[in-house]
């Protein structure tokens, strides 16, 4: 089993809601979102590592988007 973590500590109530309407269980690998302490702690878990390389790049296709769609702003 692998496992992960991503901690963000900017903008983590909009990414919180962006992640929180992304498919969770991935089949081999999952994630799971929590805040604690003004940050959005993503952990990220794969039977192996082309699941945790899945798992990693959903949240990063995420991450992508929100950027970008900020800089339209």
């Given at each position: 089993?692998?496992?992960?973590?991503?901690?963000?500590?900017?903008?983590?109530?909009?990414?919180?809601?962006?992640?929180?309407?992304?498919?969770?269980?991935?089949?081999?690998?999952?994630?799971?979102?929590?805040k604690k302490n003004?940050?959005?702690i993503i952990e990220?878990?794969?039977?192996?590592?082309?699941?945790l390389k899945t798992?990693?790049?959903?949240?990063?296709?995420?991450?992508?988007?929100?950027?970008?769609?900020?800089?339209?702003?």
């Amino acid at each position: 089993m692998y496992t992960s973590s991503l901690i963000i500590d900017k903008d983590i109530d909009e990414l919180e809601k962006l992640l929180s309407i992304e498919d969770k269980d991935l089949g081999r690998s999952s994630f799971s979102i929590n805040k604690k302490n003004d940050q959005l702690i993503i952990e990220m878990k794969a039977e192996d590592a082309t699941a945790l390389k899945t798992v990693m790049n959903t949240i990063a296709k995420v991450l992508l988007v929100w950027e970008k769609s900020k800089s339209i702003k």
